[in-house]
Structure formats: structure tokens, C-alpha cells
């Protein structure tokens, strides 16, 4: 047993010390070593990779096919690419989508959170939502107090930036989540225009 792993062992140290003489012989480097990623060095790695665009360019014109009328066969002949007249007509402006919701301030239902109810009051600005307050939200105990205290503000800013209820539901809050949805939407539906 023992003969073995000496054996084993002799012909790893000897392979490694055989590719070692014929690293050093043909001038083979180790390989450097890796630095870390960084934002500096990969915008650095970025910027070193040449970008070479390829353009691909098509005739605007196919060529056309004329019939020889001694020979009864066709011949490819090409004309000179000639521009395609533009239409010099004025340009009609598309009309704006008119605001989705009316300006001003809707309150929303109260809405069951299990814990206690929710219920929130949007402030619409130039059709867009601008703010969302909670005039209700679950106050019975500590702990929710603490979780509405963390949800809620994420849950309005999500509204505000998607400018609809359609939030994803927080972990740890899906009930608050929910009930903050349902209030919201139906303050939207009061300002829709």
C-alpha cells in the first residue's frame, strides 16, 4: 500500500517538475495573476475593447432584365441607382394622449389588512400621481407598527414611479401589500379622466 502512494507520488512531482524544465525551456510565463474586478478597472477593460462597426450595403435598385430580340434570351442590365421622389406634404403632429388621471386629491377605500385597515388618500399633479399618504394603517401592536413603518413608504414610491396600484407585494407585509392596492385603486378610479 504504502509502495503505491510513493509511486503515485513520484510520477505527480516528477510530471510537475518535467513541465516545469520545459515551461522554462520554451519560454512559456506562468500565468499572472488575477486582480479583482473593480468599477474603475472593468470601465477601463471596457473601454480598451475596440468596437468596429459593420455596415452591410444594399443596392437600391435591382437590376432589371431585358429579352434579346434576336437571341430570345434574357440580359441582365443595370440602371443607375435613381432617388425615389419624396412626398413634400407637411408632417401632421400626433395628437397627445390626454392625462390619465384628473388633478387633485381622492381618497381611496378602507381596506382590510388583517392586522388592522389601510387606507390611502393620492395626490394627482398635471395627470400624474404625485403623492400618496396613509390616512389608516395597522397600529395595534409593535410589530405592526414596525412593519408598516417600513413597507408603506416603499409601497407608495413603487405606485408614484409605476403611476398605477399594480406594486409588487413586500415580503412580510403581502396583507398591508394587498390592502394598500385595493385603497389606491379605487382613489385612481375616482380620478380617472
Known amino acids: 500500500m504504502d509502495t503505491k502512494k510513493i509511486f503515485l507520488s513520484t510520477i505527480v512531482i516528477t510530471t510537475f517538475l518535467g513541465y516545469s524544465f520545459y515551461a522554462r525551456v520554451k519560454g512559456i510565463n506562468q ?18 475593447v475596440p468596437i468596429t462597426p459593420t ?5 437600391t435598385t435591382a437590376p432589371t432584365t431585358s429579352v434579346s430580340s434576336n437571341t430570345g ?12 421622389p419624396t412626398s413634400t406634404s407637411t408632417p ?4 397627445k394622449p390626454s392625462s390619465q388621471y384628473k388633478d387633485g386629491t381622492y381618497t381611496g377605500s378602507v381596506e382590510d389588512a388583517f392586522y388592522g385597515s389601510i387606507q390611502v388618500q393620492a395626490t394627482i399633479s398635471g395627470g400624474k400621481i404625485t403623492n400618496i399618504q396613509f390616512l389608516q394603517a395597522p397600529n395595534d401592536n409593535g410589530t405592526s407598527i414596525y412593519i408598516n413603518s417600513q413597507a ?7 405606485a408614484i414611479q409605476a403611476q398605477n396600484a399594480n406594486v409588487n407585494i413586500i415580503s412580510g407585509a403581502s396583507d398591508s401589500s394587498q ?9 385612481l378610479d375616482q380620478a380617472k379622466s
Open 179 to 187: 390592502a394598500f392596492m385595493q385603497s389606491l385603486q379605487s382613489a
Open 55 to 59: 455596415v452591410t450595403s444594399f443596392p
Open 92 to 95: 401632421t403632429p400626433t395628437p
Open 73 to 84: 434570351t434574357p440580359t441582365a442590365t443595370s440602371q443607375p441607382d435613381t432617388p425615389t
Open 31 to 48: 500565468m499572472p495573476a488575477l486582480a479583482p474586478v473593480t468599477n474603475s478597472n472593468r470601465q477601463a477593460m471596457i473601454n480598451s
Open 152 to 158: 408603506d413608504p416603499m409601497l407608495a414610491q413603487e
